[in-house]
Nanobody, 123 residues
């Protein structure tokens, strides 16, 4: 069992930055693929970014490439998402996710979810 708790969401103007964090508890955090999904108002939950269990391999949705960066610290059981050049269309609830599937690009690949954190980008 893995418990995930997100933090760092908030309101920011377009072009600004936010850093989301996900703290994990439970065993074998280092054995899980980690990532972030988001759900915008009126839309389905979608993949944003993923990182391999070792942290060596990252992969991004086309919509965030070059703007978002994921990192993980297995010693601290944490995952971070640095979001730069934010756009109004990035407004969504962001969910931390853990998976035993590699890569983790689909909602059904996810084994554990966080409760979500709201990110709002104003124009």
């Amino acid at each position: 069992q893995v418990q995930l708790v997100e933090s760092g969401g908030g309101l920011v103007q377009a072009g600004g930055s936010l850093r989301l964090s996900c703290a994990a508890s439970g065993r074998t955090f280092g054995g899980y693929e980690m990532g972030w999904f988001r759900r915008a108002p009126g839309k389905e939950r979608e993949f944003v970014v993923g990182v391999s269990s070792s942290g060596a391999y990252t992969y991004y949705a086309d919509s965030v490439k070059g703007r978002f960066t994921i990192s993980r610290d297995n010693a601290k059981n944490t995952v971070h998402l640095q979001m730069n050049s934010l756009k109004p269309e990035d407004t969504a609830v962001y969910y931390c996710a853990a998976s035993l599937t590699t890569p983790m690009r689909r909602v059904r690949d996810v084994n554990y979810w966080g409760q979500g954190t709201q990110v709002t980008v104003s124009s």
